[in-house]
């Protein structure tokens, strides 16, 4: 009886045993895994200025990471940036880490380094059994160069006068692009584009004071590099005085009956009175509407795609100018006020709209206040506007001759009668018409400056 316990007692330790050496048998076929670390992160096309910050993760979902280690190097030097190494415990996943954060700073200055070429290195090796215990490694090597030069910026227009609500072209020639580059205009900034004159590296920028602006607003061109280095210069500008008028609303219970209705907008109390729709209507559904209006700014035509002076409505009456400043009165009392930034042109009903110049059709839609609207690319961020229509004519995409017909006046949107809202405006900003209309501003503000600087070529 004895013996027969005994080799049970053998037989269970060999299985136990078996047991064992499968499970570690299992565990290092696991812990031998041949994936590498992933490395993700956002590193420079090409250049590296001042001060370059980099960010990203690093990653391994098997076995875990072991060690990160990222250098610039120059001349044969490593200057460390990143070297951490990571607690594994073989016997434990989950005392591992499989994705970890990595953020660093390169600043030249600081590390000894000069302009010129460098070598971002980085190393990441994982717990794997793999490499006789060195784990899967993923190496990347980055060729970049160092560069801590400004940009230099010659301004080649001379003379640029303005007014408040008025427009202004710069142009000028960067050293170094690659980054943003246009006109500040107190807090507003307005793109600079290649593309116009031979020389790739000369920029116009067409730019604008907005209804508020007037003497005393900073101007300056600012250019950036692919290193993030940045540069400004002024340029000679003067600031005219220009007043615009005030006028008052009438706001009457069968206007607010007759409009209310086409507008659902939420936020509205189920019970809310007309009057206080119309308010937030006039209000934030006003600004809102703008910016959609304006957002066909952001994929521009890079080419000038107008000539001479725009077209006003023919035959038409002005019922409101720009930047009036208007105060709504609702049975004798004020109960809000805003500016209108466009011009009314009133003529016969559902009169033919032609195109003011010639460009692309860059927006067709239905715009809270505006109704109908079309909006006309004519490139390089200026843009004419056309609203309450009662109809359209054209498409998105579509190009239009200076005088096609585009849609017929209208009353859709926010007005009590027949006419054309007609507006212009530059990137983010809407301008006086005014100023397109005239021949003479254009010959004096615009096409002279181009014709100089192309002839110069």
């Not at 013996?3 to 060999?14: F, R, Y």
């Amino acid at each position: 009886m004895k013996k027969k316990s005994t080799n049970k007692t053998k037989i269970v330790l060999w299985f136990f045993v078996l047991a064992v050496l499968g499970i570690l048998t299992i565990a290092l076929i696991i812990q031998y895994e041949g994936e590498r670390p992933v490395v993700e992160i956002d590193l420079p096309v090409r250049s590296i200025g001042l001060s370059t910050s980099m960010s990203g993760t690093v990653s391994d979902r098997k076995s875990g990471i072991k060690s990160i280690w990222i250098a610039i190097s120059q001349a044969g030097a490593d200057h460390v940036l990143v070297d951490k190494t990571f607690h594994s415990n073989v016997l434990s996943r989950g005392d591992r880490t499989y994705e970890s954060p990595v953020e660093f700073v390169i600043e030249p200055q600081r590390l000894g380094l000069i302009d010129g070429p460098v070598l971002l290195r980085i190393r990441v090796s994982d717990c794997s059994f793999r490499n006789w215990f060195s784990g899967n490694i993923t190496y990347i090597e980055k060729e970049l160069l160092i560069d801590t030069k400004p940009p230099e910026i010659d301004v080649l227009s001379k003379n640029h006068n303005l007014v408040r609500g008025g427009a202004g072209l710069a142009i000028y020639r960067v050293s170094e692009a690659g980054g943003p580059t246009g006109v500040h205009v107190g807090d507003d900034f307005y793109p600079g584009y290649t593309g116009y004159f031979k020389d790739p590296d000369i920029f116009l920028s067409f730019f604008a004071l907005n209804h508020k602006q007037g003497p005393g607003t900073n101007m300056y061109i600012e250019a950036t590099d692919s290193a993030g280095n940045s540069a400004r210069a002024g340029f000679v500008y003067y600031i005219g005085h220009k007043n615009y008028k005030d006028d008052k609303i009438p706001i009457s219970d069968s206007f607010l009956n007759a409009k209310m209705p086409e507008f659902s907008v939420k936020g509205f109390a189920e019970n809310e009175d007309n009057l206080a729709k119309f308010l937030k209507i006039n209000g934030d559904i006003r600004r809102e509407n703008g910016e959609t209006i304006m957002n066909p700014a952001t994929r521009t035509e890079k080419q000038v795609l107008w000539k001479d002076a725009f077209l006003r409505l023919p035959g038409s009456a002005t019922r409101a100018n720009f930047a009036d400043h208007r105060s709504y009165m609702y049975k004798g009392k004020k109960v809000d006020d805003q500016y209108h930034l466009g011009f009314d042109l009133a003529s016969i009903k559902q009169a033919p709209v032609p195109a003011a110049n010639s460009g692309k059709i860059a927006l067709i839609d239905t715009i809270g206040i505006y109704g109908k609207t079309i909006v006309i690319d004519h490139g390089f961020g200026l843009f004419s506007t056309y609203s309450h229509l009662s109809r359209v004519g054209v498409n998105e995409g579509e190009n239009v001759g200076k005088g096609d017909v585009i849609g017929n006046t209208g009353i859709t949107g926010l007005t009590g009668g027949d006419h054309l809202h007609y507006g212009m405006f530059i990137d983010h900003t809407f301008v006086d018409p005014l100023q397109w209309w005239d021949q003479s501003w254009i010959d004096n503000n615009i096409t002279s400056k181009l014709s100089d600087i192309k002839s110069g070529q």
